[in-house]
């Protein structure tokens, strides 16, 4: 765990600084190692209890349900996780150990949004972003599905060197009378 996590230091930073930060990062692994059952200390009954409160407070989850679970944690010899006790094992498992993912996105998101295509909704560029991101390999996808959709809205295939013709609604307009007059003579 140590070595996924981010760095204590930043360039530049003062002595007080970094030694503020290399606590608070020294703290937080100490928190999060009383969540692996080999470093139990089974004698203690009240073992990791202040552990957890305080990284529920770090990770902003609900302290009394994430108490109770890490209770019932123990209580299991670590072998049954119970449901109160996923979502602060969920916010520790989604620490993000550098800024890498942040770049890859801001990487993906300079090859969507680009001078030809600057005219993007955030709507559509954040969809195109998802699917670049989490969305799976052009390989696993199938098209079909959505290829059958768009033809049965009468829409035209791709090969098709015709486009659609133009429907026309009959409405009545207000000049209609006179337009019918015009043709009679």
Known sequence: MKERL????ANRAQASVAA?????????????AVLNPDNWDHDNPRFGDNEVRALCDVLHVNQQEA?????????????????????LLMAV????????????GFSTMNNIITEYRSKLTTKNAANLLFISS????????????????WLGKGRRA???????????????????????MWKSV
């Open 158 to 180: 791709a090969h098709s060197t015709s486009c659609m013709a133009r429907r026309y609604t009959e409405e009545e307009s207000y000049f209609s009378p006179l337009w019918k």
């Open 93 to 104: 498992d989604t620490l993000s150990p550098s800024n890498a993912d942040c770049e890859r």
């Open 67 to 87: 108490h109770l679970g890490f209770t019932e944690y123990k209580a299991s010899g670590g072998r049954n996780i119970p449901n109160k006790m996923k979502k």
């Open 6 to 9: 981010f760095t204590t230091t």
């Open 20 to 32: 503020n930060r290399k606590e608070a990062y020294n703290s937080l692994i100490n928190q999060m």
């Open 134 to 149: 989490v969305g799976p390999p052009c390989r696993q996808w199938d098209p079909l599905p959505y290829v059958k959709t």
